[in-house]
Structure formats: structure tokens, C-alpha cells
């Protein structure tokens, strides 16, 4: 059974704020292509 799939996010720079909001730094933040779409990745630490 094929069903198409709907998914609902915020954009980047929503994301990236979010991220800093609780309390971590961003390393690494970039767009990449997986399959056939584009998933956003973030890589953050802890804040000191």
C-alpha cells in the first residue's frame, strides 16, 4: 500500500534558534541530501 506522507517543520533558522534557546552552541549546521530529499542537520554541544 503506497500513502503518501506529509511532514511539518519549521524552517532552518527556526530550528537553529530552537537549538540555542536550550542552551547549546551549533558546530555544524548544513543541508544534506539524503534519498532523494534534503534533511537539515544540526551538530551542537552543550554551553559552558
Known amino acids: 500500500m ?3 506522507m506529509f511532514w511539518s517543520h519549521p ?3 527556526v530550528t ?3 537549538v540555542i534557546d536550550a ?3 551549533v558546530m555544524m549546521s ?3 541530501e539524503l ?3 534534503e ?3 544540526v ?3 552543550k554551553s559552558t
Open 30 to 32: 548544513e543541508v544534506r
Open 2 to 4: 503506497k500513502n503518501r
Open 35 to 37: 534519498g532523494g530529499e
Open 23 to 25: 542552551g547549546f552552541a
Open 11 to 13: 524552517d532552518r533558522q
Open 43 to 45: 551538530m551542537a554541544r
Open 39 to 41: 534533511q537539515y542537520w
Open 16 to 18: 537553529r534558534q530552537w
